[in-house]
């Protein structure tokens, strides 16, 4: 844990996870749903959209520290396969959800649209914050993983 934050990775650190969150802002669309909050504000749950908001941000975290967990085994000559394979997975589980999932259309929902099947996270018992707990999950084995072999 002390080699990732080292001054060498702290800024590829931070540049990761700014970059992680605008990628999940733009392609949930979420900046333009944003300008109707005050709209809509007595309708919106506050503790789901925050906890979503919070999630989102654990899994940019998760995120950069996983890249560059792997960029240093990278460099160690180190095989880990089934961790950049689990990051990844974990990666595009987070970029899928978007920032709040169920105000926003997002990638996966998207995609099964174009096969004809009907689909929203707001449509799950926990409006998609199920799924971003499966993407934490999944970022923090594959992040124990990369952190047991280094």
């Not at 449509?123 to 072999?149: A, D």
């Amino acid at each position: 844990m002390k080699r990732v934050f080292t001054k060498n990775y702290v800024y590829w650190f931070i540049l990761i996870f700014i970059s992680y969150i605008f990628l999940a802002i733009l392609l949930s669309q979420f900046y333009l749903n944003f300008r109707y909050i005050p709209y809509y504000a007595s309708t919106i749950k506050w503790s789901w959209f925050l906890i979503s908001v919070l999630f989102t941000l654990i899994i940019g975290f998760l995120v950069a520290l996983n890249s560059i967990y792997a960029y240093v085994k990278y460099k160690e000559h180190k095989e880990f396969k089934k961790e950049a394979a689990l990051s990844c997975a974990g990666t595009i589980g987070g970029l899928s959800t978007g920032v709040c999932p169920s105000c926003v259309a997002s990638l996966f929902p998207l995609l099964l649209d174009g096969f004809g099947i009907s689909f929203s996270y707001a449509s799950l018992p926990f409006k998609g914050l199920e799924v971003q707990v499966i993407v934490i999950i999944i970022l923090g084995i594959s992040l124990y993983f990369l952190h047991r072999r280094l």
